[in-house]
């Protein structure tokens, strides 16, 4: 990691405005009292929801790892980010301003988006839905996405998101993990100025995974597509049925009653299918973007990333409508047509607080000051960053170009399996550029080293949270096992989470964020695994062998360097790897597209066969590849 310079060594300590309208004044108490008193912590955060029957016990933690939150409550998610709302003002309030990338507006109060969710929420029941059962969504960034997402919740459905730019076998593997029956999906999505079909790449999959009955599809692009008979319906048929009818009651989960799942990508190809639940992640991402976003009734807020993202599940959808805040969605790329697009919306919507990850910050960066100069930004009072470490470069740009020095930039470190934030800034807490700073309430984390024992401050070490919290991942869809031995089996004498990542602790308490331990490798905030990069490369005819590893970028944070060996007589040449690349973007989606296609004979290898990336690494690099001696040849 860059160190940072002595510019940026700098505290930014909050201005007596933030200090002023801030929800929390004082983070050290609050804090000191949330983990003496964990449970009353948190049973008065959940005292803010509406419950059909409350919890008999907070927290069970009997059956380690496997906590359970909230037990003996009644609860659904969709019930307390809409239905409460319709008994007051807040049913005449914005929920969703989207923003098309053609420059299409379309806006929905709480009342209009209850209404089309109920709708929705008919249409699934009378292709069969039942409570329980995966729902596989496949979308672009329009307000259906959200729509379906809600509609599953509110019947007792799970929904399982799929990045709209993953590809074929990526979403093939997801929909037949889950087996799911029922698809949503849209014709395309805009982006660039042009239409990406979605609705071609869900044929393919659909081919490949046979599970699916149903699929909807939505009309966005207007562009042609293959529609099979009594298996693909248009979604605004379905809606204009009478069968559509506002009227949906939503269902009564357990507490612990599985919300969705969110793959993501781990050390194995293979997916993970984290399950969240309807009580503890609605409790946990309702506070968090209370507290972080400080957020008040009169804010527009923007979290500018993908509803396939945990991020776009916790911030775009449940944590906002919870708390009955607007929030903005906008469909394509931040440089179309222009790099003024977000700084001309913040202008035109009066967005307040902007939330995005350090790789768009670094590609809208690139083209100077000027574009974001050009518009008045002053309604923004509060930025957030997610994704991967912000560097103090980018964080510097951020809070001067876009922020005018006003905005306290809320770093938050948080992953799939957390749900929320985990160690976040509050507006209240002086920043250090580069650092997420803090513990979020209820939290205690340490550095450690791998036996368990805390490292010197300042030292790196595996990042480890300490306790239970309400927005943590139950389990893997399917394999528990697989939970228990990727997140507890290393610290499970101390009951200890492994997060994957490496971190240092500074004199202050800070925590400074270095990156995976693991074969996670984030492009652009995005989180692939070596592993499924290595799978889509072998399953080309050409190729035997493959390694994944990734390599610093100043703009996406890391690129993707693959190193392959061929099938004998296979000739090595710049048009198969090119051939390479477009086949990995083919099987799982552009932001895999490897940047470097390497030929070899035969791949670094320990003695147990296990690939040393760390010796492609150094080559890659130019660097000394260090000790060899357990090489195998
Ligand atoms: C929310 C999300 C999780 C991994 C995580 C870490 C990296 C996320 C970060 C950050 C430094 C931050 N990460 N936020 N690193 N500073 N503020 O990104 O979830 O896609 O599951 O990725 O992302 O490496 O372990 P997910």
Redesign the pocket.
């Known amino acids: 990691m860059e160190k940072p310079s002595n510019t940026l060594k700098k505290i930014y300590h909050p201005s007596k405005e933030v200090k002023k309208r801030a929800n929390v004044k004082d983070y050290e108490p609050l804090y000191q009292e949330s983990i003496s008193n964990r449970e009353d912590f948190w049973a008065k955060e959940a005292k803010r929801l509406e419950w059909f029957r409350k919890w008999d016990k907070v927290l069970d933690a009997s059956n380690h790892p496997f906590y359970e939150w909230f037990q003996g409550g009644r609860i659904n998610i969709v019930h307390n980010a809409l239905d409460r709302h319709q008994k007051n003002a807040t049913r005449n309030k914005l929920a969703i301003i989207w923003e098309g990338e053609p420059g299409d507006l379309r806006t929905f109060s709480y009342h209009a988006l209850h209404r089309e969710v109920s709708r929705f929420a008919n249409v699934l029941k009378s292709m069969g839905a039942r409570p329980g059962e995966v729902i596989t969504i496949y979308m672009p960034q329009i307000p259906e996405t959200v729509i379906a997402m809600l509609a599953c919740a509110k019947i007792g459905a799970i929904h399982s998101v799929v990045y709209g730019g993953f590809s074929v076998e990526a979403l093939a593997e997801r929909i037949e993990d889950a087996n799911s029956r029922i698809l949503v999906t849209a014709d395309g999505g805009f982006r660039r100025g042009k239409a990406v079909g979605l609705k071609s790449i869900a044929n393919e999959a659909m081919k490949r995974s046979p599970t699916i009955e149903v699929c909807i599809t939505v009309k966005r692009t207007g562009e042609e597509c293959y529609m099979e008979n009594d298996r693909d319906f248009w979604y605004h048929d379905l809606m204009s049925m009478p069968l559509a009818c506002s009227d949906c009651a939503t269902v009564e989960t357990d507490a612990e009653d599985p919300l969705f799942i969110l793959y993501?990508s781990g050390t194995t190809g293979k997916p993970k299918g984290l399950v969240h639940t309807h009580g503890g992640y609605a409790v946990y991402t309702a506070s968090t973007f209370r507290y972080v976003f400080d957020i008040k009734p009169e804010d527009r807020f923007w979290c500018a990333a993908d509803p396939g993202?945990?991020?776009g599940h916790?911030y775009m959808v449940y944590g906002p409508l919870i708390n009955g805040a607007t929030m903005m969605m906008y469909e394509g790329a931040p440089n179309h047509p222009y790099p003024n697009r977000w700084w001309q919306m913040i202008e035109k919507y009066g967005i307040n607080i902007l939330y995005t990850?350090?790789t768009a910050i670094r590609g809208l960066m690139r083209f100077g000051p000027s574009w974001a100069d050009r518009h008045n930004l002053s309604s923004l009072r509060l930025l957030g960053?997610?994704?991967?470490?912000?560097n103090p470069e980018a964080w510097k740009w951020y809070y001067e170009v876009i922020g005018k020095g006003r905005c306290p930039i809320m770093?938050?470190?948080?992953?799939?399996?957390?749900g929320g934030h985990m160690?976040?800034p509050l507006p209240v807490i002086p920043l250090k550029p580069g650092s997420?700073t803090k513990p979020f309430f209820g939290n205690e984390m340490a550095i450690v080293d791998d036996r368990g024992n805390e490292v010197k401050t300042g030292e790196e070490g595996n990042l480890v949270i300490k306790n239970p919290w309400p927005g943590m991942a139950r389990t893997i869809l399917g394999d528990p096992d697989r939970f228990v031995e990727k997140y507890w089996e290393k610290y499970s004498e101390q009951k200890w989470y492994l997060?994957?990542?490496s971190a240092r602790k500074d004199e202050d308490g800070y925590y400074w964020?270095i990156?995976?331990i693991d074969d996670?490798i984030?492009v652009s905030?995005?989180?692939l695994g070596s592993a499924e990069i290595e799978s889509a490369l072998v399953s080309h005819p050409a190729v035997t062998e493959a390694a994944a590893i990734a390599l610093p970028d100043e703009l996406r944070g890391n690129i993707i360097h693959t190193t392959v060996v061929l099938r004998q007589g296979v000739e090595a040449g710049d048009k198969l790897s090119e051939e390479l690349k477009a086949h990995v973007e083919h099987e799982i989606g552009p932001i895999a597209r490897p940047a470097f296609v390497v030929f070899t004979d035969a791949l670094p290898k320990t003695r147990s066969g296990k690939i040393m990336r760390r010796v492609l690494k150094a080559r890659a690099l130019g660097q000394d590849t260090g000790d060899l001696s357990t090489l195998e040849e």
């Open positions: 993501t993202w945990v991020t916790s990850s350090p960053s997610v994704g991967e470490p912000i770093d938050t470190w948080w992953q799939t399996e957390t160690i976040t997420a997060a994957g990542d964020i990156g995976r996670v984030k905030g995005y989180r």
